[in-house]
């Protein structure tokens, strides 16, 4: 579209880029650690030694006494007993002498007798003695001196992360000050006209076509955790001379340059010929997916290398984990961070394209025996899929995906120890499951929750893949909810049916009900158009229940066909205008200030294996259910009942 | 021996200890989380919201294009083939109209077309067109609005620690600041009559009876480390009423104050009177070892918690684990940091006094099929115990200690990948090891050595507790080195015994040789002083060797039971006077100014079991001692000659 733009991409195996990289780096003396920078010590916590330290004083630096007591010659002590006590007259030259813990022993002693086996004497001449009961051996209670660290001895070796006990080891064998690795300065420069601040969107909102610039937020962020210090510019506008100089710009006073966006092959993708105009471009495309239009480069002049960042939150984020991470630990000397891994049982099926790796966030929970991954969002503009990610399963480029059941290594964002406090729901969606996390993490456990509707809940318990299931199928041939779905689907599982609440269902429209809509028989009109549920959703199966007792035929229902996972998914369809109503719960409606016309109140459950349901995991949950605080949260929630909460409803 | 001094400490239980400093602060509703405050996200890296947080607004706030291309209606599409294109005009109001990835879908489309998919034609009478040859459905290759996020929705819930990804949420859903917990304030008042500050003593070395007072800076690094800020008061000399004033002050402006040393119960021990007198003692004298003389106690006034901490720099620092952490934690509502655990085998038997748990800090490292744990030094006074250990192992108070060759459960300061790229050394003492250390770092291997003489080496490979052994055992019957001790003590061990180096063992004696040393005729003169190493030392068979071939007797020899474990710490010995000679290598006698008479060059060899050998684990080692650079910088050091380094000596 422009003279910058071109609609190729490389497809380069993210081996190869980086190998491409160091040796560009290699040539140009940049793959090397930084130098040093002398600190005093007080400032160096966290920060890596650039040399070896080296014991300046030897610690202790003379023999000290390592109790309260008295100094003696050991000698003199010999033949004490119990029945025939030694009397030692106390004087600073002996033969007994008073010692605090850490006094230097005098010259003429060689041990130490503890001040509680001593009695303290008066005598009668006006001097004073001690008496012992025991003889003690030469070097007793004494520390020698260089008991810890002797003069020129080897305390630290370089390339050391700097731990508050080190700070302590440094100083006790006299350095106040230790050289430690130069922070790597890294230049991040977010470029797109559409962006704006999020200082402006707070105070002013969004216009259509805004985007919020957060990228370079998240990079800077990264930067400071992995020891770099982050220089964030201003946003700046799509101008291909104005890009290329705050490029040149930076490039001067950097380690390293980060473009954010434009690193594509667009018609306002500047960066790759920035990058050609003032350099060299090593690498336009990376075989990995998020992040697949990756730039990595070096300028020339400064010779700073620089990464153009793919635009996409998810990819941005990503790209800095496999790229910037790297460099920075190489030039602070550490190893490369290896996240901890687990293996464990995917939950669905992953297709994946053939050439590119994919990193798929997933969820982690122990369910029984089993470590189970939950893949979520896969969308690279889904940032709250890497919030939410407990860690990341890779697939290579020439497997096509993973089947559900399938064991796969997870490296992981969080301690392992995590995965065995986690509750994994799978289930119908509500707004009352994120108070509930809330009100479990305050209880030391995580609540994990995938949306797969009532039915797709059920079946994860089938699988082994849940501890849980929140439900709220109708059954229209009894009017009760869950219990006979639970018997045709889990007929072999002992489960134990627990209600959480009742909340009401009801068609959400757009503030003052613009096309005058009354209930469900108006679904049938030609002017309304409506969003459904995806199948297996409770509130789906209450609408084919109630479509069929009007006797109004899906095929009749505008939109009948069009699917949305969740409640507020329905309710920012509406909101949006692209449909005039949808079947939601009240606080979906509330949420976005929409109307709602109810329907129905419905009972929605937990499901809940029994084994599951008698571990120690789940108590913490069974108390809230039974206690005050959750019931009383949740009954402030517009649309909620919460007079049933806890009710075991059936147990099979 | 003072008004305030008593020899009483307490010695109450962990547990207790715990549940009654916790009880107080709850009597004062201290036990709570601290106040949230607003922090522009950009500062809130790190730290942990203080209220669930809700989007406020959505992410994408329109429905937007996720691809370069043209937005279409669906519906103008269908039928568009590979041999039946079509013609759709470009124009602001469809049916065709370019779209960037991001920007806004026109009310009119309900699709977009990858620009790659389109062909771009200039119509005759001045207007453009794409011609397509597929069709599209609706919402293709669109991000619907709140597909990330969704206003009013949960995006991160209260107690979080806040990670990059978070702060990219929080802005993408239009927060420009977040509340997060107020760091807990923590006062720390070094007191003693007898420290100097490092600066002072970096500038002007140190008197006798001076102490380097780190405990502060450990103490204010770890506070740090776990999210307070710390204020690090001046020394404060041992002096009530000026230590009362201070703990007074500082309660008034912090939520916890520590009070280093002045916690036990000696003639200067003043904490626990002042806390008696300022508030309440709850509890003087933990059963925890090392760590005792802890005081637990609440200020009155201002209610603020204050902490006496021992002064031993072993005991401060795992006071701090023990009880500092825990309450910052309990504060900014974060779990408890649970230090990741492995199951390890103990490689020697550890006798523990009953009525204390006490804390082993123990190097970690896997050897072969077993994880071995290796105690160090159990000194209080030893920090350097804490800065190489790799883990904690605890023993019970109602236990006698463990057995070697015991499994225990170790508590691990460092990643548990780390365990798997450790080479383990036990065996004879060298400085040249600190070397190897170094080199193996870059080479992305971790190297412990313990020190236990050459025959001790051989006794922890016969056990599977190592990998490799140094030694230098002189058979006197052949003049040969280690390879008749391997074939006696490893018989059934098939090794590799390779050579490190050849080294200059000697007599060290003090500057000048005031006692005219000549050789180790002299040993035997009544006005020389000797100290030796420990049995099974390689110096040691060394100096029985020569003592037999000279006709001395051991008896004949002044200190010749008085043992040392170290090549440094005989240095050490004669350095400060208390002997005249002692047998060591030249490199130990250089580093402390010592004189040195050379004995004897001896041949220190490697032995490496061939299982290991042959491991990946020990290839960076094999490079190391086959190529140059280790070489180059170990003939560096005076004394060493590397001719021999890398020969094969024997296979076994």
């Known amino acids: 579209m422009s003279k910058h733009g071109n609609f190729f991409l490389e497809n380069i195996p993210l081996d190869e880029a980086w190998s491409r990289f160091i040796s560009a780096l290699e040539n140009v003396g940049k793959w090397n650690e930084l130098p040093g920078e002398e600190l005093p ?20 630096a003379y023999h000290a006494s390592a109790m309260d007591g008295y100094a003696v010659r050991s000698v003199d002590t010999i033949g004490a007993m119990e029945t025939a006590p030694k009397r030692l007259a106390i004087t600073p030259g002996g033969p007994a002498s008073y010692v605090d813990t850490g006094d230097p022993i ?13 009695q303290h004497i008066d005598e009668e001449d006006g001097g004073e003695s001690i008496e012992i009961h025991a003889g003690v051996a030469p070097w007793t209670a004494i520390r020698p001196m260089g008991e810890d660290m002797v003069a020129t001895e080897l305390v630290l070796p370089a390339n050391h992360l700097l731990k508050p006990v080190d700070l302590g080891a440094l100083a006790g064998c006299g350095h106040a000050t230790v050289s430690v690795r130069r922070r790597p300065r890294v230049a991040i420069i977010p470029t797109g006209t559409e962006l704006v601040t999020v ?4 105070l002013s909102g969004l216009k259509s076509g ?16 992995w020891g770099g210090i982050p220089t964030r510019y201003p946003i700046v506008v799509d101008d291909y001379e104005l890009i290329k100089s705050k490029v040149f710009e930076a490039a001067a006073e950097h380690d390293l340059v980060l473009v954010n966006a434009g690193s594509s092959a667009g018609s306002e993708d500047f ?20 992040g697949h ?19 996409y939150p998810v990819s941005c984020a990503l790209t800095g984990e496999t790229f910037v991470e790297p460099l920075l630990s190489q030039w602070l000397g550490l190893p490369r961070r290896e996240k901890p891994r687990v293996q464990a049982t995917i939950s669905r099926k992953l297709l994946s394209p053939i050439g590119e790796d994919e990193m798929v966030r997933v969820t982690v929970g122990r369910v029984g025996q ?13 940032i709250t899929s890497l919030v939410r990610a407990d860690g990341i399963v890779r697939i290579p480029r020439f497997s096509e995906g993973v089947e559900a059941g399938q064991e796969v290594a997870v490296e992981l964002y969080r301690d392992p120890s995590d995965i065995e406090r986690t509750l994994v729901h799978i289930g119908s969606h509500d707004l009352c499951l994120d108070l509930l996390a809330q009100f479990l993490a305050d209880a030391g456990r995580r609540f994990t929750s995938a949306n797969a509707g009532s039915l797709g809940g059920l079946m994860a318990l089938r699988r082994g893949d849940a501890h849980l299931a929140g439900a709220h199928l109708l059954d229209p041939a009894t009017g009760d909810y869950n219990v006979s779905y639970v018997k045709q689907y889990l007929p072999d599982l002992p489960v134990v049916l627990l209600t959480f609440m009742h909340r009401e269902q009801g068609l959400i429209v757009a503030p003052g009900n613009p096309k005058g809509i009354r209930d469900l028989s108006d679904l049938a009109r030609d002017d309304v158009r409506f969003v459904n549920r995806q199948r297996g959703a409770g509130t789906r199966v209450l609408l084919d229940y109630h479509l069929e007792k009007l006797g109004i035929k899906p095929e009749k229902v505008q939109g009948y066909k069009r699917e949305e996972f969740t409640h507020l998914a329905v309710a920012v369809a509406i909101q949006s205008g692209v449909v005039d109503c949808g079947l939601g719960i009240a606080a979906a409606a509330r949420a ?24 120690d995991l789940l108590r913490p949950l069974l108390g809230l259910i039974h206690g005050p605080n959750l019931r009383r949260a949740i009954s402030g929630l517009p649309g909620y009942d919460t007079t049933s909460m806890g009710d075991v409803v059936f147990e099979g």
């Open 106 to 118: 005098p010259a003429w002693a060689d041990a130490v007798i503890m001040i509680e086996h001593t």
């Open 293 to 311: 239009p990756v730039i990595l480069g070096m300028l020339a002049g400064f010779n700073t290398p620089v990464i153009g960042i793919p635009g």
């Open 199 to 202: 200082e402006q969107a707070a």
């Open 592 to 615: 976005l200030n929409l109307d709602f016309i109810p329907v129905e109140k419905e009972r929605y459950d937990l499901v809940i294996p029994r084994t599951h349901y008698e571990s």
């Open 210 to 225: 805004d985007i919020i610039e957060y990228n370079s937020l998240v990079l800077a962020s990264q930067v400071r955790e």
């Open 41 to 60: 010590i007080e400032e160096a916590l966290g920060r890596i030694t650039a040399q070896p330290v080296w014991a300046a004083l030897s610690s202790p």
């Open 271 to 290: 960066t790759s010929s920035v990058v050609v105009e003032l350099g060299t471009l090593l690498v336009h495309g990376v075989a990995v997916r998020p």
């Open 370 to 382: 089993r470590i189970v991954a939950a893949p979520l969002s896969r969308g690279a503009g889904v």
